[in-house]
């Protein structure tokens, strides 16, 4: 292979986050996998304890924008917010809805998001 990892790394951290959210779409799309899957199934891995495990991931969900609705100003601020995007990559998680916000998050904060997206005038569903 003509790169290395370290090399490969270096690459991904001269980007932007909308660039490697594309990226990262294309991979899941050329191998058919999911990078949420991926995600979710480490901590469970990791836990030690099958039992600990299994109450992590079943008290983790994915916030998914479904609709931007008529404020969409207002959708991306909270979007913005509560990711830490730029107002680019906000802009761009709002435009390209339906598309997760957050991913594999805990129950409590994910329904205070999607209570604080839906006063935004957005569409949110909990998986």
Do not use: C, H, Y
Not at 12 to 40: H, P, Q, Y
Not at 71 to 89: D, Y
């Amino acid at each position: 292979m003509a790169t290395t990892t370290e090399a490969w790394i270096e690459e991904l951290k001269g980007i932007s986050v909308l660039e490697l959210n594309e990226r990262v779409k294309a991979l899941e799309e050329e191998f058919g996998v999911s990078a949420t899957a991926v995600a979710a199934a480490a901590p469970a891995a990791g836990g030690g304890g099958d039992a600990g495990g299994d109450d992590d991931a079943s008290s983790t969900v994915d916030v998914i924008l479904t609709a931007a609705g008529d404020k969409k100003i207002q959708v991306i601020k909270v979007v913005r917010a509560a990711t830490g995007l730029g107002l680019k990559e906000a802009k761009a998680v709002v435009d390209e809805a339906p598309g997760p916000v957050k991913e594999g998050i805990e129950r409590e904060e994910a329904e205070k998001l999607k209570a604080e997206i839906e006063e935004a005038g957005g569409a949110v569903e909990l998986k």
